[in-house]
């Protein structure tokens, strides 16, 4: 396969996937903000998805309306939903001879959809209706992948965007908001707000997830322990990274990225909160996770797109 196509495919899975988690957490936000005395904590969401630096140059004041035209309409935001969209547009169109024709079709009749909103027009359909909009179209979108593409380096190059996408998703949200809703001098128990851990899990799609694995009200140390250990949950780190490690061992074994995802993945496999915690606060395990997670990124680029 060229190199050109294994990075147009991969980034084009990266860029749906990150698409959909930036709904997921506006959505949260969003909620959280219209329940009494909630207070949506907009400024994590900046935070999150790296773009609080473009934030402030451009709009300054921290207000629900500039946050939500930032992150799902600006043009100059990369991690904007429509950004977002019209790059995993523009890869799949890239490489519409080897996707299967529905993938394209699917995707360009969401970024024309798009095209046509506006932060009035969703305020006055409701932003509920958007965030559900952007869910369906995303999860049609992979959906079409693993079911409609056959199983060869294509495939594998998109399953590795979407989870590589995944895990540093899933990391960056348990940094930030783990230390918002549970100061190092907290308690387990004692400042537990439950509805900002429930949108916390429900921003991850883990909400049904952890009351099947736990059977309990939210507790800030098993949501962390089932995000990062957990391998039946699907949106976990662990789980992403066997994701990962699977793909890259079917397109080479003799790789230093499946060497060193593989390294990863064992410690996620076989680790545990209390362990990670004995050493080093979790933030600490948290950021050189997302900084592996992107070296890894420019190690399996080193090794199938130059």
């Known amino acids: 396969m060229l190199s050109r196509t294994a990075d147009n495919i991969y980034w084009m899975a990266r860029m749906v996937e990150r698409a959909q988690g930036i709904v997921r957490l506006l959505e949260a936000a969003y909620r959280m903000d219209r329940l009494p005395g909630g207070g949506a904590g907009w400024d994590p969401i900046l935070t999150i998805s790296g773009q609080i630096d473009g934030f402030k140059s451009k709009y300054g004041e921290l207000t629900s309306k500039n946050v939500l035209n930032f992150m799902i309409f600006d043009q100059d935001n990369p991690s904007s939903v429509f950004s977002c969209i019209r790059a995993g547009r523009e890869n799949t169109r890239s490489e519409r001879s080897i996707l299967?024709?529905?993938?394209?079709?699917?995707?360009?009749?969401?970024?024309?959809?798009?095209?046509?909103?506006?932060?009035?027009?969703?305020?006055?359909?409701?932003?509920?209706?958007?965030?559900?909009?952007?869910?369906?179209r995303t999860e049609l979108f992979r959906g079409q992948t693993v079911s409609m593409m056959v199983y060869d380096d294509a495939f594998q190059f998109a399953r590795m965007g979407t989870y590589i996408e995944r895990a540093d998703f899933t990391a960056r949200l348990l940094d930030v908001k783990y230390h918002i809703l549970l100061p190092p001098d907290a308690t387990d128990r004692g400042l537990i707000?439950?509805?900002?851990?429930?949108?916390?899990?429900?921003?991850?799609g883990g909400w049904h997830a952890y009351r099947a694995i736990y059977k309990e009200a939210p507790v800030p140390s098993k949501i962390a322990e089932m995000l990062i250990f957990n391998p039946i949950f699907p949106r976990s780190m662990n789980s992403a990274y066997g994701e990962i490690v699977t793909s890259l061992g079917a397109l080479r074994p003799d790789t230093l990225s499946l060497k060193i995802a593989s390294q990863e993945h064992a410690f996620?496999?076989?680790?545990t909160l209390a362990g990670i915690l004995k050493e080093r606060p979790l933030h600490d395990f948290l950021t050189d996770f997302v900084g592996f997670t992107a070296r890894l990124s420019d190690q399996i680029r080193a090794d199938f797109m130059l």
Do not use: A
Request: hydrophobic share 35%; charged share 25%; aromatic share 22%.
């Open 100 to 136: 299967p024709e529905e993938m394209f079709e699917s995707i360009n009749t969401t970024w024309i959809d798009m095209q046509g909103l506006y932060y009035d027009s969703l305020e006055q359909s409701g932003f509920y209706e958007f965030f559900e909009w952007v869910k369906d």
């Open 193 to 204: 707000d439950y509805y900002q851990w429930g949108e916390m899990l429900r921003s991850v």
């Open 268 to 271: 996620l496999h076989t680790g």
